[in-house]
């Protein structure tokens, strides 16, 4: 069975820091692409970062870069977003996305609420 789990979400101060978690299990997470999405309150869902498959090399959308930090562990299934110097226009549900052109999988997790504010 796929699941996708995050977790570490919750309430920060501005200037804060935050570690999300993406664990997978029941696929093949070094085959997929693997991205993290948020959707603010009020706007359309917004990509914030994706390691692709076979690489270790993150890219990050630009209001993110130099505050987030996106590493991947394969041996544990885990994806990880470091999230630092916090503004409240981060304030979001992030999700985990993983995707394979190869596998044709396509796959989100149940989403989790970061709120920053004073």
């Known amino acids: 069975q796929v699941q996708l789990v ?16 993406c664990e997978a299990s029941g696929f093949d997470f070094t085959l ?6 948020r959707h603010p309150p009020g706007q359309s869902r917004e990509f914030v970062a994706v390691i692709f498959a076979g690489r270790n090399t993150p890219n990050y959308a630009d209001s993110v870069k130099g505050r987030f930090t996106f590493s991947k562990d394969n041996a ?8 630092n110097s916090l503004k409240p226009e981060d304030t979001a549900v992030y999700y985990c996305h ?11 997790g149940q989403g989790t609420q970061v709120t920053v504010s004073s």
Do not use: C, H, I
């Not at 995050?6 to 978690?21: C, D, I, T, Y």
């Not at 544990?76 to 999230?83: D, E, I, R, V």
């Not at 993983?98 to 989100?108: E, L, Q, Y």
């Open 76 to 83: 544990k299934n885990t994806a990880y977003l470091q999230m």
């Open 98 to 108: 993983v995707a394979s052109a190869k596998t044709g999988g396509n796959f989100w």
């Open 32 to 37: 997929y692409d693997v991205s993290w999405y």
């Open 6 to 21: 995050e977790s570490g979400g919750g309430v920060v101060q501005p200037g804060g820091s935050l570690r999300l978690s």
